[in-house]
T-cell receptor, first 113, second 114 residues
């Protein structure tokens, strides 16, 4: 079946540091890949997505590239801010499963001054 | 477009009571999903509607859970005879089925069973 594996958190960084959150997946066929962000006490917000191999999704300074050869979709940001502190979820959606999302367990990011 | 709306946002109930959550999806989205999220975990799929038809239910959805979407617009999720293990955030999401099928989530309904 489909599965998503994320690096465990929490990840603690100083403001302006470089961020990488690793995500790998297992799926048949060609899933779409997503990063969602969840701020404390809130629901999930779509951060970025990629629908085919070698696509790069980007938003708000975050980016991730769909790597089929390594089945990965790592999230990166060149310079994090305190306001980026949240939980980040990697997810995949497969057209053969009603397009429902399969999520990783989430990675908590804490950015300090 | 007001996004996916859920209510109530928070519910505290005694064990054994029934609770109902409502979800209003983004208008014209024909797909509606319910997920459950417990602390420290990612959301888990519960059920899915295409218009008013409930097309898929997870094994997580026990007989005490029932979801409806009577007119293909809003949806309700009812939990009967609540148990402490039902304490979680219940997330509703909707999509239009576009390429990549971007799914948009509401802010969730927190349930605490005491």
């Amino acid at each position: 079946g489909n599965s998503v594996t994320q690096m465990e958190g929490p990840v603690t960084l100083s403001e302006e540091a470089f961020l990488t959150i690793n995500c790998t997946y297992t799926a048949t066929g060609y899933p779409s890949l997503f990063w969602y962000v969840q701020y404390p006490g809130e629901g999930l917000q779509l951060l970025l997505k990629a629908t085919k191999a070698d696509d790069k999704g980007s938003n708000k300074g975050f980016e991730a590239t769909y790597r089929k050869e390594t089945t990965s979709f790592h999230l990166e940001k060149g310079s994090v801010q305190v306001s980026d502190s949240a939980v980040y979820f990697c997810a995949l959606s497969h057209t053969g499963t009603a397009s429902k999302l399969t999520f990783g367990t989430g990675t908590r990011l804490q950015v300090t001054l | 477009d007001t996004g996916v709306s859920q209510n109530p946002r928070h519910k505290i109930t005694k064990r054994g009571q029934n609770v109902t959550f409502r979800c209003d999806p983004i208008s014209e989205h024909n797909r509606l999903y319910w997920y459950r999220q417990t602390l420290g975990q990612g959301p888990e799929f519960l059920t899915y509607f295409q218009n008013e038809a409930q097309l898929e239910k997870s094994r997580l959805l026990s007989d005490r859970f029932s979801a409806e979407r009577p007119k293909g617009s809003f949806s309700t999720l009812e939990i009967q005879r609540t148990e402490q293990g039902d304490s979680a955030m219940y997330l509703c999401a909707s999509s239009s089925g576009d390429v990549g099928n971007t799914i948009y989530f509401g802010e969730g309904s927190w349930l605490t069973v005491v």
